[in-house]
């Protein structure tokens, strides 16, 4: 028996999730090919651990066995903060009060559940973020929106400031998602804007020069004197900032959890120099900013 797309979408308002869509589970190939030539180009930077679980990280049936169908879902995180002075440095939108790892999980676990309670059949797997999981190929074949040039998933509604979940289930649907559109067309502007050089033309990022990897994942004693921070202390969202459909789209998040960590905001350079390890601690403490460590928020605050 296949699960119903509308009932899925009936959950989808009864949970308040801003967008969800439904793919056919199948092995990745294309992603595969486009996959091993980043790896080959060494675009991965340091991330080692992104060349594990290769085989499972482009087919989902053998993340999770007996996976029919892939769910995607899409929770907007805009908000609205205004950099007082122009000197502030500056931390990434997406560090909102929550750590939206654990938001979406929960999500994600009760939309299994709602599922199960009208098919005690039915077993899933939650993925956010972490698992080895392409989540914006899926998301683009679950219908939520299209491969942008910075190669961050784009929707019609909010624009590429959405995070996603995976919810890989042991059923087929009625009916899946229809894939959309690319929209981007001619619009190169965030390539022409990424001040380090770090969106290749395949819509792809070569790490090695990407703020957002320097400042969230890098963990070398120094940062190379060539990468210009840009005044960025934690992830960079330049090249979300200019894209005209963000700036079209900009719907603050009626999610009080992916509210804006205002505490982190609008602090000149001179506070975050003199930062105490303590009130660091504090501010970060929820966010997904708690994993970065102290004197590796000063190693970036220091190179800008
Ligand atoms: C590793 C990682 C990073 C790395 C590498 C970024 C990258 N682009 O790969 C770093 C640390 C730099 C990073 C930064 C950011 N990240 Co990040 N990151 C991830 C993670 C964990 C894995 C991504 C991955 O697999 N990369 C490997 C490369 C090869 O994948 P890819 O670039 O998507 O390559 C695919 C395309 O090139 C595609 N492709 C290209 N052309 C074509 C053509 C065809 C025909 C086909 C079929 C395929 C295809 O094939 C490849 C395989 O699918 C995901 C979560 C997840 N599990 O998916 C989050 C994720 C992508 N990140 C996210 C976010 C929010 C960010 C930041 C905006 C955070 C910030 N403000 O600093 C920045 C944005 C930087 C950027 N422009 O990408 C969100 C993106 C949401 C969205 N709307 O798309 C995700 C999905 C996390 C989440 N759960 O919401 N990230």
């Known amino acids: ?17 801003d967008l969800i869509g439904v793919a056919k589970a199948e092995h990745l190939i294309k992603d595969e090919i ?8 060494n675009y991965y930077a340091d991330m080692n651990w992104i060349k594990n679980n290769f085989d499972k990280r482009t087919n989902p049936k053998l993340l999770f066995p007996n996976t029919k169908s892939v769910i995607v879902i899409g929770m907007n995180y805009f908000n609205n903060i205004q950099q007082e002075k122009t000197d502030n440095l500056l931390v990434s939108k997406y560090v909102t009060k929550i750590d939206y790892h654990k938001f979406l999980k929960q999500k994600l676990f009760l939309l299994l559940k709602k599922m199960q309670q009208s098919d005690d059949s039915i077993e899933g797997k939650v993925c956010v973020d972490t698992a080895p999981i392409f989540e914006k190929a899926w998301g683009i074949k679950a219908g939520l929106g299209w491969r942008g040039k910075n190669s961050l998933l784009i929707t019609e509604e909010y624009g590429s400031w959405i995070f996603l979940g995976v919810l890989l289930v042991n059923v087929e649907f009625d009916k899946y998602s229809k894939e959309k559109a690319n929209k981007c067309g001619d619009c190169n ?3 022409e804007s990424c001040p380090t050089n770090a969106i290749l033309n395949g819509n792809q990022i070569d790490a090695r020069k990407c703020i957002s990897y320097w400042t969230v994942e890098n963990n070398d004693e120094k940062i190379p004197q060539n990468i210009k921070l840009n005044n960025w202390i934690y992830g960079c969202d330049i090249c979300q900032n200019i894209c005209p459909y963000n700036i079209k789209n900009e719907k603050t998040s009626v999610h009080l959890e992916l509210e804006l960590n205002v505490e982190l905001y609008n602090k000149s350079k001179k506070h975050w120099k003199h930062i105490s390890e303590s009130e660091y601690k504090k501010i970060k403490k929820k966010t997904a900013m708690k994993r970065r460590k102290y004197l590796l928020l000063l190693r970036s605050v220091n190179h800008c």
């Open 1 to 17: 028996m296949s699960f119903l797309l509308s009932k899925l979408q009936s959950f989808q308002r009864e949970l308040n999730i």
């Open 189 to 191: 502007l965030c390539i």
């Open 34 to 41: 486009i996959f091993k030539d980043w790896l080959d180009n």
